[in-house]
């Protein structure tokens, strides 16, 4: 059993929706990380948050908006997506975000479908 | 530019033997880290191995041994003794420099299908 999960495991969404991707972890880790994994392309970090505070942003559209109220607990909130939006939502966490090794632990990910 | 490279989109092992996933990397910061994730249908991501750029020796865990060959700045992932449950997407990953953290750089994948 993960100790990241995720939810929904699935959503598919229309353009003018608004939605919201849950990650919660149960490490007891002080960093969190949205990835987005589209078909044929490499993961893409879209953010990072550090104790709860947003460390990083990488260039991610306003339509992304993420949330962490503590440090289990991850947001991601979606609205006007569009269907280049569609991919897999890779929710991880880390003991820290300096850590050494850089082991990651990741949820098993939100499919998420805009039409 | 910090990249991973990930040259093989796919490929066939048999069941019981060894196979090896290409990795390569460029960074131009001398502390760096290489990993290795696998990412069954599930869409989980699991960490398999870490090889830091001052290691002396080639990282291995279990059935896992990373084949660093820094010169040629490659990372590849060698699996023993394969098993059906190792059929998987595998990623390598790669901290450009220590400043990075855990925000790690990717490679595309290689798909891995082993054959009874």
């Known amino acids: 059993e993960t100790g990241v999960t995720q939810t929904p495991r699935h959503l598919v969404m229309g353009m003018t929706n608004k939605k919201s991707l849950k990650c919660e972890q149960h490490?007891?880790?002080?960093?969190m990380y949205w990835y987005k994994q589209s078909a044929k392309k490499p993961l893409e970090l879209m953010f990072v948050?550090?104790?709860?505070?947003?460390?990083e942003n990488n260039s991610v559209p306003s339509r992304f908006s993420p949330e962490c109220p503590n440090s289990s607990h991850l947001f991601l909130h979606l609205h006007t997506l569009q269907p280049e939006d569609s991919a897999l939502y890779l929710c991880a966490s880390s003991q820290d975000e300096r850590g050494i090794t850089g082991e990651l632990f990741f949820g098993e990910g939100s499919r998420l479908t805009v039409l | 530019a910090q990249k991973i490279t990930q040259t093989q989109p796919g490929m066939f092992v048999q069941e019981k033997e060894a196979v090896t996933l290409d990795c390569t990397y460029d960074?131009?910061?001398?502390?760096?880290?290489l990993f290795w994730y696998k990412q069954p249908s599930s869409g989980e991501m699991i960490f398999l191995i870490y090889?830091?750029?001052?290691?002396?020796q080639n990282a291995t865990e279990g059935r896992y041994s990373l084949n660093f060959q820094k010169a040629r700045k490659s990372a590849n992932l060698v699996i023993s003794a394969s098993q059906l449950g190792d059929s998987a997407m595998y990623f390598c990953?790669?901290?450009?420099?220590?400043?990075?953290?855990?925000?790690?750089?990717f490679g595309a994948g290689t798909i891995l299908r082993v054959k009874s």
């Open positions: 960074t131009s910061d001398p502390s760096y880290g």
């Open positions: 490490l007891g880790h002080n960093a």
């Open positions: 990953a790669m901290r450009p420099s220590m400043e990075y953290g855990n925000k790690l750089v």
């Open positions: 090889q830091g750029s001052y290691d002396q």
């Open positions: 948050y550090s104790l709860e505070e947003r460390v």
